[in-house]
């Protein structure tokens, strides 16, 4: 380990790494040195000279962001000069400011009006013209507002470094520079509104917020986003139990300061025109909306009654209702209906992953994993778009830490650009490619391998005994779905295995089974859409779901309860890298309940109250964590909105894990599910990029 | 033959000048009759460490217009780094008042490709690249002809004269940015990006072209080192002054019977180049402004120019710099004001918007004086520009932003009655206790 390096800031004495560079040091002591352009984890800039600061023995004013720390280096940060000189700097930025903060999105949360408030002068000597261009929107999603815009660059990096799309740059010269997409007039990017939220003033808005509120009215809820399963925390801004934006105001959450679309915008799904807002009950052919009394009371006797005459149930759970829904839901099914067709959606092999590691501790990779680790092997999977955190997480690794990246896909990827190694190869050739890379492999200190649905059964056991032959370090991740497809796998949504993935010593059928055979009575249907596409229903079953609209499946039930959205309860979900967080309700949508309190209900109806036992979220997950293998985590991590990666099993798991029934839906980013298809965002952009 | 732009003085010491005016002064026969390609023949033969001690006894500095000691350049290039090393030439010549670069290579390529050459043997940089001025189309043919000449007769290529060593040449063109003659800006440039400077340190002769360490010089920098190889670095020397060796192609003009290109030997006496060498101010006016060594210099007065040499010294002491070779010469009949304004508008024009000082103030500073020109201007905006310009001064992310401040501040300092006389003739009424803004449509 290199030398400290001893400087003096402000009189008071710092030690730090050399190379550090003095902004940091500063910060490490607790003095903060105004900034625009500095951003950290960013390429460096220089360019706002905001951070000016002054060094003995210097002659000028040395900008603190670029400078690195020098022993017995003796640096000022408040002097006369430097008040002087930030002043200035803000005179200029201004001059040709519009100063719209009245109207202006980031108005209250702008880093211009703090500096100017904090360093600014209180009356303007600009008297000139200022230069104007109109606003532009350049998609869907980004509208630019080039006098407000104070060319920091740190959307041009975001863009280009942060998602490896690169496409916004600068476009003429001097006082005239203007931001532009690389595509001149408009964006056909990852829409992700990185861009948006790095910007620190209202130049870059979001269609989706733009001019709606002021961002003192709003409560800011911190939840996980449910469309896909890289877990997510987004911050929801709510106004009169409206969503108004989606952002990550804290960086809290295991993906720091990343959002996708779906996760920054994809929430507007939830107040859809077509959301159900009443039970429905099938009269005469035809669902009529009823009262809750009336559908649960329906519901309850159909249950009941195909109960006690012995008839086959079947019931299909969800990939992105809570963990406490899908414990209780399976609970509900067993004891209660004595079932035991329960199935879901399964989207990647955790099954058998979890069983051939079996043995092996710390062999899950969490999502910090990803950016820590020195090498990363990607199997089988288009992570920028189908796992758009997980490939930020192995892109900001490559930029800081100088991770090998090794990619095994079919298709070309994003990960290319900066790969060790990128192979091309169908889903059957994936394991002899790997083999190619044994040697380079081998003499990685560290691995993780992050795998998709082509790699299941057979093969996830062939790829485990080739990471232990490595002889080093290998951790995996097997890629799932959705929001919550790894907890409904953790928490026994399958007929083989309890939760905690303790076999049931029973068999079931498969939820394509159960849709299919013709051979139900009953069936129960929890947030999922198997009949998608159209694919009839087999038989004439009593068919209830649970739903937010109605989809396919919804349209072929007999009974119908209007389910709320994650972001309108309580509850955990688990991540794809089994990482546990807490959702947290920030909307009421009239006429919903949570899937929770809907069984709850219907228990109490069905009179099991007292044998399925309670139904808030809170003493489900108590349950969870009493009685789930791997869920006994520390309450206080999850309650305050940490996450905590569980460790579900560490022996064989002796049960068929199905892997014909894996298969990913493949959503790219403008997709998510059936839920996808109602979101005006989400359809916006994949409209727009059919007509240009 | 290739005509002169202007005549020859007799007052000049015509060293990097010596072909100008020879027929055919640009081909190769030419150059090789008037000991072409002796230098680099020579300083193969010679160890690296001496061909850069010789360049560091010429006492060379650089002739862009900061005056960096060539030698000591040269010698921080990392020999032993396995990268390749790299010679690039700025040809970006762009600074007002500044002309002598196109004629070193319109009437002697040869001499600027022997220079790149000596410097990549001193370097061991295999390839060099001539970073030209867009607007300098045409010389990009000649420079072309003449690297094609020398390819066809092994004067470029592989294994040069027999030796090991081997050099390549290509020709580089700008899109017109004065920007892109600062050497950061200019690598971004080369390499295809947008013409913004580069974060210092590292230098280039660390970091350079595409990442590799890199020789950058200016046209006339590289012109002087045949030469200095040749007859030696002490000759070179014994021509400028103690702390300056040799001449510097000083490009004269303004108000002046005798403008053009002259070489002049460093430490020649301002008031003999103004009157003798340059012919003295026409219509017996007398001397009111003088910039020295291109726009970005702060402006002497006719008092302040009283004894001085052109030398890095003198000037220095006179609170001015040397610059790039660009004397202007002013006469009395000049409006400072606007002066002020035309220097203004080249900068406002050329500021690359990297930074905010220099892009934000070089634009408030040109509105302001254009209103002040049109007769619109107020008392508080005489302060205010000077103001603006101090605050610019070593503020900015590169050395443009002093560029456009210094004139400025100079100018509004030592020429403040004339603004003052544009008060008294203000077009428009201005309430006199009002602070309220006169505006006028910007541009
Ligand atoms: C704004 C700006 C413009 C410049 N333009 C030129 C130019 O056109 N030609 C040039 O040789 N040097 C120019 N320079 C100086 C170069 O940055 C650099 O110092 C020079 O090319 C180094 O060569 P030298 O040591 O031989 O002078 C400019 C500098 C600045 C800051
Ligand atoms: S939305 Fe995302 S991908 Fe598109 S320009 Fe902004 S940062 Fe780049
Ligand atoms: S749009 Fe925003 S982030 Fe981008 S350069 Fe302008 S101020 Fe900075
Ligand atoms: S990466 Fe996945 S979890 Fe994260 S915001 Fe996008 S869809 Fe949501
Ligand atoms: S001072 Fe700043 S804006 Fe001006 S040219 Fe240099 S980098 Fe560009
Ligand atoms: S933060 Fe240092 S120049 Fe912008």
Redesign the interface.
Known sequence: MAELVSLTIDGRTVQVPPGTLVIDAAKKIGVEVPAFCYYEGLS???????C?VEVEKM???M?GC?LPVAEGMVVRTETPTIA??RK??L???L??HPLDCPVCDKGGECELQDMVFRYGAGES???????HVDEKQWSPVVYFDAPRC??CYRCVRICDEGMGVGAL??I??????EIAPNKTDHLECDECGMCIDICPVGALTSGAYRYKTRPWEMQHVGTICTHCSNGCKTTLGVRNNEIMRGDNRDQSGVNGEFLCIKGRYAFDFYHHQERLQSPLVRKNGKLEPVSWKEALEAAAARLKAARDAGSKIGVIGSTRTSNEENFYLQKFARLGLGTNHIDHHRTGDVVTLLDALSGQKDALATTADLYEKPAIVVLGADLALEHPLLSFQIRANFRHHQARVYAVTEKPVREDKYAAAAIRCDAAGELAALETLREKLANEPELVIVFGDTVKGDAVRKLVAFGSSLGKPVKYVALVDYSNSRGAMDMGLVPELLPGYRPSGQTGMSAGEMVASGDLDMLYIVGANPLEGGQPLGGKPFVIVHEMFLTETAQAADIVFPASSAYEKNGTVTSVTGEVQQLKKAVQAMGTKPDLEILGLLVREMGLAAQIGPWTPDKVFQEIRETVPGYNMPLPVIATGGAVQTAPVNGRIEVDARPDLVRSSRDGLFTSGTLGRYSKVLNSVVEGRHHT | MTKLYNEPSPLETRVLTKRFGLPNSASLDTYLATDGYVAIRKAIEMTQDDVINEVKASNLRGRGGAGFPTGMKWGFVPRSSPKPKYIVVNADESEPGTCKDRLLMEYDPHQLIEGMMIAGRAVDAKAGYIYIRGEYRYLIDIMDKAIAEAYQRGYLGKNLFGSDFSFDCYTHTGAGAYECGEESALLESLEGKRGVPRIRPPFPAVVGAWQCPTILNNVETFCAVPPIIRDGGAAFAALGVPKAGGTRLTCLSGHLNKPGVYELALGFPLDKMINEVGGGIPNGRKLKAFIPGGSSCPILTAAECEGLTMDYDSMANAKTMLGSGGVVVMDDTTDMVKVALRIMRFYAHESCGWCIPCREGTAWLRKILTRFVDGMGTKQDINLIGDLAHNMLGRTFCPLGDAAALPTISIVEKFRDEFEAYLARTTVSIPVQSDLPVLQPGM
């Not at chain 1, 460096?44 to 905001?50: D, F, G």
């Open positions: 460096l800039q220089a360019a706002c000279r905001m000016l002659p000028k004013l900008a670029t002087k000189a200035s700097t005179e200029f930025l001059t040709n000597r600009y008297t000139e013209i200022k230069h104070i060319l740059g600068v003429n010269r001097g006082v005239v520079s």
